[in-house]
């Protein structure tokens, strides 16, 4: 393994359980989340109907 690896591997499990990409492109030194988005976008596939989800339920608990 070489370090490349270690920090494909940290950045993987951090984006798995639910860190918040901004955390992580800052803790990986990339000038903007688009960087790390582009190569861990496949780790967040669900992201956007959690979002949905989380939204449509707050605005029935407004209603």
């Given at each position: 393994?070489v370090?490349y690896?270690?920090?494909?591997?940290?950045?993987?499990?951090?984006?798995?359980?639910?860190?918040?990409i901004?955390?992580v492109?800052?803790?990986?030194?990339?000038?903007?989340?688009?960087v790390?988005?582009?190569i861990?976008?496949h780790?967040?596939p669900?992201?956007?109907?959690?979002?949905?989800?989380?939204?449509?339920?707050?605005?029935?608990?407004?209603?």
């Open positions: 393994m370090i690896s270690f920090r494909h591997f940290f950045a993987s499990n951090c984006l798995a359980h639910g860190i918040p901004t955390d492109a800052e803790w990986m030194g990339h000038k903007s989340i688009g790390t988005f582009k861990y976008r780790l967040m669900g992201s956007i109907s959690s979002a949905a989800q989380i939204l449509n339920l707050n605005l029935a608990l407004a209603a």
